[in-house]
């Protein structure tokens, strides 16, 4: 594996070799770990961050286009995750005071946390629409799409749960994931 480029290693991963990955992963991680504390500042949250650039790599793996440098866009991720991490970044306090025996910020007792109506009836048609398109899906398809999604579970775990080759599942999800796409481009 030492000999592949990273390029060639993303390949062979999405052709089945799992090993590949973890190839990747090898080599990568110090560099992608080393950009993330230059965003936070901080070891364990850098860990975390590397962490889960290389989880939604990993997810988005077949949308990796082949003819660019893979370390580009797994940095493009990570810095991604780390801005990410920053927006979330607790925010600090400018002001207190008491309420009902707490210490709120000023600016939390401004903001209404609570979403909009439109927003909440925006998110249950979105919902409700994929949901329709999903059912569209032959039966094969749809449950090895509701296992990698709605239960998060891994490929080689979907497989197993099926006492189906690994092959086999990966292919059904991509297949799957094509015919979603050709499905959302005829209704819109």
Known sequence: MKNFSDEELVAKYISGDDSAFEELVERC???????????CGDKDKAADIAQEAFVKAW???????????????????????????????????????????????????????????AAVAEKNLLSDKIRNIVEQLPENYREVVSMRVGEDLTFREISERLKKPLDTVKSRYFRALKVLKDIIKKEK
């Open 29 to 39: 991680l110090p560099l992608v770990y080393g950009l993330a504390r230059k965003y």
């Open 59 to 117: 997810r988005n793996m077949n949308k990796f286009d082949a003819t660019r440098s893979f370390r580009s866009w797994l940095f493009v991720i990570a810095k991604n995750t780390a801005l990410d991490w920053l927006k979330k970044k607790e925010e600090v306090k400018f002001s207190s005071f008491e309420k009902n025996g707490e210490e709120e910020s000023f600016s939390e007792s401004l903001i209404d946390t609570a979403p909009s109506a």
